[in-house]
């Protein structure tokens, strides 16, 4: 089945700890991006990715950091995390052939105490 | 960045009525897609459609790219159909960078 996987799903952590969430792709699509959704804001992009060891800051990059060694994984790292990067975090990907039609995880619920 | 305004902001339905949903964008666009966010958390994709009318069972849309604006057509609503309907666009710069709205929450009630 064709998908994007995240994980873990949902997080309590404390403030500084670092934590990775993981995100991986089964379809070979080349662009991967990371979005946060908060209420009353609708889905904003942290990172996002063009293809393997291309990544570029989208509206939301502080706090954050992202790598792309292989094309299936995109994982979003949080060095420090802070109370205000308590959020629920998508992951998605798509093909670069045609249109860019997002394919998204299922969600990853993070909240920083 | 291209600003996406989406209205209504809230919407209560009953059970088989239609609705429309709105959104704007303020640049040219050459990506269009609506997502409808289930009361899960799910996002799936519903319609890619930077320009003309698409269709799929109960839903359509209509994007009039020269007047900046796209329509989502939800008739015979059913509860299954309540959730956050977004709106995303992405500019002609080609940078594959979509941007949402806020969003149009819909409640269909039995």
């Known amino acids: 089945e064709a998908q994007v996987t995240q994980n873990p799903r949902y997080l309590i952590t404390v403030t500084g700890k670092k934590l990775t969430v993981t995100c991986s792709q089964n379809?070979?699509?080349?662009?991967m991006s990371w979005y946060r959704q908060d209420p009353g804001l609708g889905l904003r992009q942290i990172y996002y990715?063009?293809?393997?060891?291309?990544?570029d800051k989208g509206d939301v990059p502080e706090g954050y950091k992202v790598s792309r060694k292989e094309k299936r994984n995109f994982p979003l790292i949080l060095e420090s995390p802070s109370p205000n990067q308590t959020s629920l975090y998508f992951c998605?990907?798509?093909?670069?052939?045609?249109?860019?039609?997002?394919?998204f995880g299922a969600g990853s619920r993070l909240t920083v105490l | 960045g291209i600003q996406v305004e989406q209205s209504p902001p809230d919407l209560i339905l009953q059970e088989g009525a239609n609705s429309t949903l709105r959104c704007n964008f303020s640049d040219s666009v050459n990506n269009l897609q609506w997502f409808h966010q289930n009361p899960w958390g799910q996002l799936i994709n519903l319609f890619y459609i930077p320009s003309g009318t698409k269709q799929n069972g109960r839903l359509s849309a209509t994007t009039v790219a020269t007047e900046r604006y796209s329509l989502l057509y939800i008739s015979s609503s059913q509860t299954t159909d309540s959730g956050v309907y977004f709106c995303a666009v992405e500019g002609i710069s080609g940078d594959y960078k979509l941007s949402f709205g806020a969003g149009t929450t819909v409640t269909v009630r039995a």
């Open positions: 998605a990907s798509s093909s670069r052939v045609g249109a860019n039609v997002l394919t």
């Open positions: 990715s063009m293809n393997v060891e291309v990544t």
């Open positions: 379809m070979n699509h080349e662009y």
